[in-house]
């Protein structure tokens, strides 16, 4: 079995002004389609690991064969990480939390604002490539971390509810070495029932 390349929820040119239709395009065309290709490759030769979902192979990496390992925690993270990314966007979206997440959000940071504050600091203090994320611990509550690279939260034990890629190549048309105001932008395109529900299925 190999993974496949969800479609883009949106139009390449949905996210702007605040992410440029051609950065969207080489995002998803380019680099999501090339993680994809790359952990296809990798598990290939691993037909124990058919029928698993990415979710499952992504939080238990030490039942991956240490010869491709490597592989398909940077490429199986790339694929999954911009899923997520993807669909917590959208067109006409951004405002404030929903629901029961925003509850969890007052609970666990005091309120929106806080945690603005600490994604975009997570985002910013992420030295070269990684993510920042908004995941949700086993006990239900809310923490705000970053990881390196493609690595994701289900390594971590963690579900993400929101992530925001902080790699250049997510940017850098627009913003250039602009980090700062593209993760304060960025909130503009927070698809927050998409939030609410993966918060809700965690």
Same mark, same amino acid.
């Given at each position: 079995?190999?993974?496949?390349?969800?479609?883009?929820?949106?139009?390449?040119?949905?996210?702007?002004?605040?992410?440029?239709?051609?950065?969207?395009?080489?995002?998803?065309?380019?680099?999501?389609?090339?993680?994809?290709?790359?952990?296809?490759?990798?598990?290939?030769?691993?037909?124990?690991?058919?029928?698993?979902? *990415? $979710?499952?192979?992504?939080?238990?990496?030490? @039942?991956?064969? &240490?010869? %491709?390992?490597? /592989?398909?925690?940077?490429?199986? =993270?790339?694929?999954?990480?911009?899923?997520?990314?993807?669909?917590?966007?959208?067109?006409?979206?951004?405002?404030?939390?929903?629901?029961?997440?925003?509850?969890? *959000? $007052?609970?666990?940071?005091?309120?929106?604002? @806080?945690?603005? &504050?600490? %994604?975009?600091? /997570?985002?910013?203090?992420?030295? =070269?490539?990684?993510?920042?994320?908004?995941?949700?611990?086993?006990?239900?509550?809310?923490?705000?971390?970053?990881?390196?690279?493609?690595?994701?939260?289900?390594?971590?034990?963690?579900?993400?509810?929101?992530?925001?890629?902080?790699? &250049?190549?997510?940017?850098?048309?627009?913003?250039?070495?602009?980090?700062?105001?593209?993760?304060?932008?960025?909130?503009?395109?927070?698809?927050?029932?998409?939030?609410?529900?993966?918060?809700?299925?965690?």
């Amino acid at each position: 079995m190999s993974f496949e390349l969800p479609q883009l929820p949106y139009s390449f040119d949905a996210l702007e002004p605040w992410i440029d239709a051609k950065t969207v395009e080489i995002h998803y065309t380019k680099h999501h389609i090339t993680y994809l290709t790359n952990l296809n490759n990798a598990l290939s030769s691993l037909p124990a690991f058919a029928g698993q979902s *990415i $979710e499952e192979i992504l939080s238990h990496l030490e @039942a991956v064969p &240490e010869t %491709v390992r490597t /592989a398909v925690r940077n490429n199986g =993270g790339g694929y999954y990480n911009h899923i997520v990314y993807w669909n917590v966007m959208g067109a006409n979206k951004g405002g404030e939390p929903l629901g029961k997440l925003a509850k969890a *959000i $007052e609970t666990s940071f005091g309120g929106f604002t @806080a945690l603005k &504050e600490q %994604v975009e600091k /997570a985002g910013l203090g992420r030295f =070269g490539s990684g993510w920042a994320w908004l995941s949700k611990k086993t006990d239900g509550s809310l923490l705000v971390h970053s990881t390196p690279n493609q690595d994701t939260p289900l390594a971590e034990g963690l579900i993400p509810v929101i992530g925001v890629d902080v790699w &250049e190549h997510a940017y850098y048309l627009k913003y250039q070495n602009r980090r700062a105001e593209y993760l304060t932008n960025w909130w503009n395109l927070v698809n927050w029932e998409e939030a609410e529900r993966r918060y809700l299925e965690a």
